[in-house]
């Protein structure tokens, strides 16, 4: 059964960090694309970046290059989502996504809020 479960979520003032993580089980992970997408309020759910399963080519939404970084750790089943100088219009629930072919699957999601 697969099971992605993030975690790093919270609150933030403008301008810090965070690092989100998603703890994948159940499938073989190192075989999947991974990403990371977020769904603001009223807004559709959106790619924020992807990276392959080598990790070798990674993907980033324009609104994000440069603040954040992709990566994976496939001997620990995990992918993460560094984010740095954050901005209010990143806040969102962010959601961890596994796809391989026409097989795919989403994390429960994890709240980032940024506010001062």
């Known amino acids: 059964q697969v099971h992605l479960v993030e975690s790093g979520g919270g609150l933030v003032q403008p301008g810090g960090s965070l690092r989100l993580s998603c703890a994948a089980s159940?499938?073989?992970?190192?075989?999947?694309?991974m990403s990371w997408y977020r769904q603001a309020p009223g807004k559709e759910r959106e790619l924020v970046a992807s990276?392959?399963?080598?990790?070798?080519?990674?993907n980033y939404a324009d609104s994000v290059k440069g603040r954040f970084t992709i990566s994976r750790d496939n001997a620990k089943n995990t992918v993460y989502l560094q984010m740095n100088s954050l901005k209010p219009e990143d806040m969102a629930v962010y959601y961890c996504?596994?796809?391989?072919?026409?097989?795919?699957?989403w994390g429960q999601g994890t709240q980032v809020t940024v506010s001062s």
């Open positions: 159940g499938f073989t992970f190192s075989m999947y694309v």
């Open positions: 990276i392959t399963s080598t990790g070798g080519n990674t």
């Open positions: 996504n596994a796809r391989r072919g026409l097989s795919h699957a």
